[in-house]
């Protein structure tokens, strides 16, 4: 069986700082991927980053980057530079096994960004 | 119309009513799925379809009935809910995964009060 686990309920952060959400998961799969999703308060979720498993790199977009520890089965996201607009319930996902349709979630992390 | 859309956005029904709900896709996606998010839960999958057909189906009880007359159209048949049925319903689609496990894109979700 999949996990995936989120220990931070709730965070806030003062606009232009750097946050750190963090995730941790496991699996048996030895290919899997991982997602962050943000869903603001209008309830669409949309997708952050996404990080393949085979991929030693750190997926970045923009002002998102995550920190894949795949031996410690950790993957955080950091946020540089918070916008009011991150604001948003925050969703780490995991896909095991190449082709798999199952997205296990953890229970998120409510991020409030502090003007 | 883009993305992932659900109609209703909202739906408050009683025990004895039969009603669905609807989403459709725009993205040119094969695979589409529902999903119950529940407060203070991690999302549930609850069905997937792929290419019409589906997939899975994660012990889902009876009254709620999935139905996908094509790839870019799926129903929620609900019937005889209860009140822990409550919860935002979410919709997702995805290209069919094959070797890679395609990221799946959400619409805004019917919010579901059963009374």
């Known amino acids: 069986a999949q996990t995936v686990t989120q220990s931070q309920p709730e965070m806030s952060v003062q606009e232009a700082e750097t946050v750190t959400l963090s995730c941790t998961y496991d699996?048996?799969?030895?290919?899997?991927?991982l997602f962050w999703y943000k869903q603001p308060p209008s309830r669409q979720m949309i997708l952050v980053i996404r990080?393949?498993?085979?991929?030693?790199q750190n997926a970045t977009e923009n002002r998102f980057s995550v920190n894949f520890q795949k031996a410690a089965k950790s993957f955080s996201l950091k946020i540089s530079d918070s916008q009011l607009g991150d604001t948003a319930m925050y969703f780490c996902a995991l896909a095991g096994g190449a082709g798999s349709y199952q997205l296990t979630f953890g229970k998120g992390t409510k991020l409030s960004v502090i003007p | 119309e883009t993305g992932v859309t659900q109609t209703p956005r909202h739906l408050v029904m009683g025990m004895t009513n039969k009603k669905s709900l609807k989403c459709e896709q725009h993205?040119?996606?094969?695979?589409m799925y529902w999903y119950k998010q529940s407060a203070k839960k991690p999302l549930e999958l609850m069905f997937v379809?792929?290419?019409?057909?589906?997939?899975e189906n994660n012990s889902v009880p009876s009254r709620f009935s999935p139905e996908c007359p094509n790839s870019s159209h799926l129903f929620l048949h609900l019937h005889t809910l209860q009140p822990e049925d409550s919860a935002l319903y979410l919709c997702a689609s995805s290209r069919p995964s094959g070797r890679e496990t395609d990221t799946q894109y959400f619409g805004p979700g019917t919010r579901l009060t059963v009374l």
């Open positions: 993205l040119g996606h094969n695979a």
């Open positions: 699996t048996s799969e030895s290919n899997y991927y």
């Open positions: 990080q393949e498993a085979y991929k030693q």
């Open positions: 379809y792929n290419f019409k057909e589906q997939t």
